[in-house]
């Protein structure tokens, strides 16, 4: 800020000095246009570029702006800035060297940031130890970036301008941009079904050569990078909690153009509809170099650490590979700010072309997403600021951003995290039964509100023929083993996931019954994914039935609620049956693998203790669970398979030739005694 304030102004006299007085709850609901309107109108003197460089220093506050302004001038000239393409010492020099012993290490503990402050950060070593990101200065060859940039700068013309609706009003990108995904297919989707700040975008175009080319060197850079940042920063050298353990693998990119020094974007968290939690980027700059700010958030319980205020300049210059790590998004806003001054670019002249490369999630497709009351998808977001529900995920509408609409209230609390067997359960009963026999005789509720004891005890009396229940009612159910839903989610021509495999036992279950003679007139299903999708795909499957699909169903009907109680039984029937070949007799009934979720000590303690070290569990886990994968991979035995050559693949084709010859002074390794012994020809 001292750089500002020392600049000469209009003097004003004390009496005639403006009162104002904002509180921070006001400042966030403000545009920022709004409040550069304010500030110029109390600062005739400042230029706009200034007065929103230090709006953006100062967190967005009106008041502390109009404050520092308002202080006596500083004597002298001001203190010269460091140019784009400066170099200067690793902070990291300054730090106190890290001990030999281990290779984990933190980010540096010493908060360097200061209130109204920007740290500038040039090398690698600074960039990594002080923010969620890592920097690799000339990524690609001279060549290759060249060539990129030239093909980007001709697709630049086309870029458009984002336009949205805040706070009621209408307001403009104050950069362009274009969106890319990498076929004509994928191109046609995002216009008709991924909605970006409430409504659909048309102009989605296919990858480029370039970029596509590009893609590739920027996929291998970032899982590099990934297993760096996992193994340098995070606690216990693991992926963080909701982080993806799967290769990261761009699909799709926005390309922005900063078309000179006043071109921007202010502070914001990138959107996670569909790339999940804990979301990597990479971001490739071309051109003129420019400032990438980061400011860390802070619960407004911590309001007053100064990092909360302090940002941070990333310096990016041409050819320059950012990667914003899994921390980035939920817990850190970036920007890139108005400059100055900028040195032209001798390809790009005045310009900045940024490329996104971004990890797309299929299990996030739009298809399996809520849908708000607008019938639109639903926004992904992450709780940031409210200290008690810091982390959590939501969903909710934003049909509010798009001019004209108005939005509505949905609210839903988004959960990320699932394990064991899956049981779907159906049950059917005359309809005059439905609500008197379920739920007044027998008090059929809620499954998660019941207790084990009481649900077993309503599934006893329906097997009972003694019971009304067994009179009037049938019931089945679908059991999908962990082995079964993880060969389907792994199989090779193409992912088979968790709602597909829903729908379709769901499909099964009813045409049991159907099969059976039974005349069903109407269906209630709880939902597995957005109801009124859910609901259309089973009506064109049973065009003649009467479907209702809800939210929260077996809450809200009877026959659901007994379906699910009956499924639940057999869940817990099914995991009884499976840790029956783990029981210890000093556990008297205690089940040691807990609860089956990632947050119990208990589930991941016993995963670590009863690993194979090739082969894993049994039928209990699922291996695609992102704990149980993360496990195989970082604690099982390597092995080694020496396939058949490919002309060895006919009707003479021997069991021996998957076999090879260990040679002397080779070790056994854990192939070769899968079954106690040494596995050699003459076993077979």
């Not at 049938?474 to 088979?496: P, V």
Request: glycine share 6%.
């Amino acid at each position: 800020m001292e750089a500002f304030i020392s600049r000469k102004r209009r003097k004003l006299a004390p009496e005639a000095a403006p009162s104002l007085k904002t509180t921070d709850e006001d400042d966030d609901r403000e545009s920022t246009d709004f409040k550069l309107a304010v500030l110029e109108s109390l600062h005739p003197d400042w230029s706009r570029e200034l007065l929103l460089d230090s709006l953006l220093a100062c967190d967005g506050s009106v008041e502390r702006v109009s404050e520092a302004l308002l202080l006596p001038a500083k004597t002298g000239p001001p203190p010269r800035r460091p140019a784009i393409n400066g170099q200067q010492s690793s902070l990291v020099s300054y730090a106190r060297p890290a001990s030999s012993g281990g290779t984990a290490r933190s980010p540096l503990k010493k908060v360097l940031t200061q209130k109204g402050k920007t740290l500038h950060l040039f090398t690698p070593e600074d960039v990594e130890a002080h923010t969620p990101c890592s920097i690799i200065h000339n990524f690609l060859p001279q060549d290759v970036a060249g060539a990129l940039l030239r093909e980007l700068l001709a697709e630049a013309p086309s870029f458009t301008k984002d336009t949205f609706q805040l706070f009621d009003r209408t307001v403009e990108s104050p950069h362009s941009m274009r969106f890319y995904v990498d076929s004509l297919g994928e191109a046609q989707e995002q216009k008709t079904k991924y909605v970006y700040n409430g409504s659909y975008i048309s102009d989605v175009a296919q990858t480029t050569p370039e970029m596509l080319k590009v893609s590739a060197l920027v996929r291998a850079a970032v899982n590099e990078e990934i297993q760096h940042r996992t193994r340098r920063f995070h606690p216990d050298g693991r992926k963080l909690k909701f982080q993806s353990p799967e290769k990261w693998q761009p699909n799709a990119s926005f390309v922005n153009s900063y078309d000179g020094p006043k071109e921007s974007v202010g502070y914001h968290s990138d959107q996670l509809t569909y790339l999940g939690p804990r979301a990597v980027i990479g971001s490739l700059s071309l051109g003129v170099a420019r400032e990438f700010r980061v400011r860390r958030i802070v619960p407004k319980v911590d309001a007053p650490s100064a990092d909360s205020q302090g940002q941070i300049a990333i310096h990016l210059p041409h050819n320059s590979l950012l990667v914003m790590h899994a921390e980035m998004q939920e817990e850190w806003k970036h920007s890139v700010a108005p400059a100055q001054a900028i040195d032209p670019h001798p390809l790009a002249g005045n310009k900045r072309l940024n490329v996104t490369y971004r990890c797309y999630k299929e299990y996030l497709h739009p298809n399996y997403t809520p849908r708000c009351k607008c019938d639109v998808p639903a926004v992904l977001r992450c709780v940031q600021k409210r200290a008690a529900t810091r982390g959590r995920y939501m969903w909710m509408c934003h049909s509010g951003y798009t001019p004209g609409q108005t939005g509505c209230s949905y609210f839903e609390w988004a959960a990320f995290d699932d394990d064991g067997p899956m049981v779907y359960g159906l049950f059917y009963l005359p309809l005059p039964l439905h609500h008197s026999l379920l739920a007044q005789t027998h008090h059929f509720d809620d499954s998660k509100v019941l207790t084990p004891t009481v649900r077993s005890d309503l599934v006893s009396t329906l097997c009972s023929p003694s019971t009304d229940l067994y009179q009037h009612c049938g019931w089945a159910t679908r059991t999908m083993s962990a082995r079964d839903i993880t060969a389907a989610q792994l199989r090779a021509n193409g992912a088979y996931n968790l709602n597909a495999q829903a729908m379709d036992a769901t499909i099964d279950l009813i045409q049991q019954v159907l099969d059976q003679g039974v005349n069903v007139r109407e269906v209630y299903i709880d939902t597995i994914g957005p109801p009124a999708t859910y609901q259309k795909k089973l009506e064109r499957v049973f065009p003649s039935l009467q479907v209702t699909v809800a939210k929260k169903a077996d809450s809200l009907y009877p026959c659901v609620s007994a379906a699910s109680v009956c499924a639940k039984v057999t869940r817990d029937a099914a995991l009884d049956v499976l840790y029956s070949t783990y029981a210890r007799p000093e556990e008297q009934g205690v089940v040691a693998w807990g609860s089956g979720y990632p947050s119990d000590a208990r589930c991941t303690s016993w995963l670590k203790g009863n690993m194979h070290p090739l082969f894993g569990w049994g039928n209990e886990c699922r291996f695609s669970w992102g704990t149980a994968k993360e496990l195989l991979e970082s604690k099982g035995a390597p092995c080694r398979m020496d396939w058949p050559k490919p002309e060895e693949d006919g009707d003479n084709m021997k069991l021996t030739g998957f076999l090879t010859e260990a040679e002397e002074e080779e070790k056994e390794d854990g192939m070769a005694t899968w079954f106690g012994r040494r596995v050699a020809a003459e076993v077979f």
